[in-house]
């Protein structure tokens, strides 16, 4: 972890300010959430999460994480 408490599961660099994923249950930094929104499949995780969210799943793990999303910008 980094002395804010909190570290990018994607980047791996701090991340103070920091949200979930739509792709799976990482908490990334708000670098890593802008090619997050730049990826293909984007709207798509959106939908699915809504979708789960409307039907009552809270808990629902999201369409996984496109690998080429943790390698380096």
């Given at each position: 972890m980094t002395v804010s408490g909190r570290q990018c599961d994607r980047c791996h660099g701090p991340a103070p300010v920091h949200t979930m994923s739509f792709f799976n249950l990482d908490i990334i930094?708000?670098?890593?959430?802008?090619?997050?929104?730049?990826?293909?499949?984007?709207?798509?995780a959106r939908r699915a999460e809504e979708e789960a969210l409307r039907s009552g799943d809270h808990h629902f793990p999201g369409i996984g994480c496109p690998p080429e999303l943790y390698r380096p910008a």
């Amino acid at each position: 972890m980094t002395v804010s408490g909190r570290q990018c599961d994607r980047c791996h660099g701090p991340a103070p300010v920091h949200t979930m994923s739509f792709f799976n249950l990482d908490i990334i930094c708000m670098g890593c959430k802008e090619r997050e929104k730049e990826h293909p499949l984007y709207a798509e995780a959106r939908r699915a999460e809504e979708e789960a969210l409307r039907s009552g799943d809270h808990h629902f793990p999201g369409i996984g994480c496109p690998p080429e999303l943790y390698r380096p910008a």
